[in-house]
């Protein structure tokens, strides 16, 4: 999807800043949010946010939100497969979104789990009253704070791959992504870019950014978590754009 409707902004956008799109964006879409909206209401919202903020286009196959709920939030599929479901919210609710807003060639990813209790979003991870939609929120945070405390510029993709899925394992957890990968680099071409997967022998400090996004859930368990942020090297501390 283009911007068709209105002229593409001149000023110049960094990573930073696409990548702000998708932060204003999920706090934008927690403030509209309510029961009986549908998942393509909460899409058309997020996209047309996306757009209002200075994106001209979505890079991961024209979708700027991929949107998920309840069952459907263990649900793993290509940007080429994915479409979006004719579900509404719930009064009690748990939402997966997942964002790709791009300005020329600069492209942002950041993805979120959102809870509804009692018809009104949860503000704070620690007021959710579902003790596995809140356990399993607060373990994508641990994933992230753990990938931050053992990076390091020489490690492989390869390496993070294998400690990160143990980690996911030991906590009880199961990797939900359809190829078993944890994230990717921030390129200009989806082409080129790799994945933090078996056989990736690339170093994490060879690309300027990559991406870290486990999707989540407990065996058995009908949902699912996704947390996705970019990160990269300065001067060999790890930092999240």
């Not at 403030?31 to 903020?53: D, H, N, Y």
């Not at 080429?80 to 979104?97: F, K």
């Not at 078996?198 to 699912?224: C, M, R």
Request: charged content about 30%; hydrophobic content about 35%.
């Amino acid at each position: 999807m283009k911007r068709t409707d209105r002229e593409v902004c001149t000023v110049s956008f960094g990573y930073s800043d696409v990548q702000r799109i998708a932060k204003e964006t999920i706090k934008y879409i927690k403030t509209q949010i309510r029961p009986g909206m549908p998942l393509s209401e909460v899409r058309r919202l997020c996209e047309e946010k996306m757009f209002a903020l200075g994106a001209d286009s979505f890079w991961y196959w024209d979708i700027g939100a991929f949107v998920f709920a309840g069952d459907e939030t263990t649900i793993s599929v290509s940007g080429r497969e994915y479409t979006t479901s004719d579900r509404v919210i719930g009064t009690d609710d748990i939402i997966t979104i997942d964002l790709s807003p791009q300005v020329g060639d600069t492209w942002g990813d950041y993805a979120r789990t959102v809870i509804i209790e009692n018809a009104i979003v949860v503000g704070s991870d620690d007021d959710i009253r579902n003790d596995e939609w809140r356990s399993g929120v607060c373990m994508e945070k641990k994933l992230h704070k753990r990938m931050t405390e053992i990076v390091t510029p020489q490690m492989t993709f390869e390496e993070l791959y294998y400690r990160m899925n143990e980690y996911i394992s030991a906590e009880g957890y199961i990797n939900l992504d359809f190829m078993g990968n944890l994230g990717h680099s921030i390129v200009r071409r989806k082409e080129d870019r790799i994945y933090i997967e078996k056989g990736n022998l690339a170093k994490l400090g060879d690309v300027s950014f990559f991406t870290f996004e486990p999707h989540i859930s407990v065996n058995g368990s009908k949902y699912g978590y996704k947390r996705e942020n970019i990160y990269y090297f300065d001067n060999g501390v790890i930092t999240e754009l």
